[in-house]
């Protein structure tokens, strides 16, 4: 394992209130990294939403969600966060007073002074496809998703699913793999047209395979795949050979490992108190759709609030013997040197 990344805030969670959190904590000088278990910056406004209009957002009448995720990008860039996309943390353990220790399932460890707990309905998972025998071959031969492209190179690799993801991961693999072969339910994709134009003029030109029907069963051995049983819609069998599968079923939400933190829990949500939105664990800070009190909407902007009143709080342990002065971004100079406006 390489050394830890320092860092005075760690952000768990890239959605609207994370990233609006890194705007609060610059301007009281903190560094921030974000880890996300998505390869996209933006929560549930870029997973779920991201063309659907938003009303309320104080003081813009009307924004869609990957609009919204722009705009915040664009609000935080002087701050110059690091994002660590297509990584899950796994772990959080207490090493200081306050520090953390923080592990992704990607090997990577943060120490942080500060940690915030911003993931929304918890980890967006993918969906496991209903193919008996499948978790044997689980982080083998079996992928959910791409975390490196070489890790394919020269593979024969089965892809199932007929959404963006099946088609864009068709598409870039093809130049390395040894062979695809796209599996889909039935001749109709859900995918950006253009995609679905260039996976066909591959299949024409004879240079990857589309079949249509279902998995219905896996061949290996020692969790590495050597075929893929495939029932076609007039129900005949055959066998694909294949030594990867990716299965692109979408994503659906789960707490994750949110729950093996150590912070109290109370209906798969974290209470906080509402002068700091802070846990029970000194430090440690829920924002967002992820953290509960009363009176508590689900709404971006209750986590924009959040996110500013976390900061104060934060700063405290980032700069202990630091006295923290209240200024206004209209007339502060000093604030907005660090905007890059003055
Ligand atoms: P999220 O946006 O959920 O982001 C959390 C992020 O944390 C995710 O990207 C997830 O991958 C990541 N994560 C979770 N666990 C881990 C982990 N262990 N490691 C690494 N990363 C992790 N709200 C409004 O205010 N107005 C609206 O009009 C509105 N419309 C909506 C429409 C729809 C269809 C939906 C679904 C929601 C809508 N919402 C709306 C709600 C709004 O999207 C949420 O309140 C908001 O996204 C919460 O932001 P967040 O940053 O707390 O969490």
């Not at 063309?51 to 002087?78: C, N, R, S």
């Not at 020269?154 to 390395?176: R, Y």
């Not at 076609?232 to 979408?250: E, H, K, Q, R, Y």
């Not at 109290?264 to 992820?290: K, M, Q, R």
Request: hydrophobic share 40%.
């Amino acid at each position: 394992m390489s050394e830890a990344i320092k860092t005075d805030v760690l952000i768990i969670g890239a959605g609207p209130c994370g990233l609006f959190a890194v705007f609060e904590l610059g301007l009281l000088d903190m560094k921030v990294h974000l880890v996300d278990i998505l390869d996209k910056i933006g929560g549930q406004c870029a997973e779920l939403y991201p063309e659907k209009p938003i009303y309320d957002i104080p003081g813009i009448p009307f924004v869609t969600g990957q609009g919204l995720t722009e705009q915040l990008l664009e609000q935080i860039k002087p701050f110059g966060p690091t994002f660590h996309l297509n990584e899950m943390v796994e772990s959080i353990e207490k090493i200081g007073d306050p520090l953390f220790r923080v592990k992704t399932d990607a090997g990577k460890e943060f120490e942080a002074k500060v940690v915030v707990i911003s993931a929304g309905g918890g980890s967006f998972q993918p969906k496991r496809p209903p193919v008996p025998g499948i978790e044997a071959y689980e982080g083998t031969s079996v992928f959910y998703a791409v975390r490196k492209m070489e890790q394919f190179r020269d593979k024969n690799i089965l892809i199932v699913g007929g959404g963006d993801s099946a088609l864009d991961w068709t598409l870039n693999l093809h130049p390395i793999a040894k062979r695809i072969t796209l599996l889909h339910r039935r001749d109709d994709f859900r995918a950006a047209p253009h995609s679905v134009e260039q996976m066909r003029a591959l299949v024409a030109d004879g240079k990857m395979d589309l079949k249509i029907g279902q998995v219905t069963g896996l061949e290996g051995a020692d969790g590495q795949l050597s075929g893929a049983a495939l029932k076609a819609n007039d129900n005949a069998v055959s066998t694909i050979a294949c030594d990867t599968m990716l299965p692109f079923f979408g994503l659906t939400m789960k707490l994750g490992p949110v729950a093996n933190w150590g912070v109290a829990l109370e209906n798969n949500l974290v209470p906080v108190d509402t002068a700091a939105f802070e846990t029970n664990v000194s430090g440690i800070f829920a924002i967002g759709d992820i953290n509960t009190y009363p009176g508590k909407l689900k709404l971006i902007l209750s986590g924009f609030h959040e996110g500013a009143l976390m900061a104060q709080k934060a700063h405290r342990y980032v700069y202990p013997d630091k006295r923290l002065v209240f200024q206004y971004t209209t007339s502060s100079s000093s604030l907005q040197k660090k905007l890059g406006v003055n």
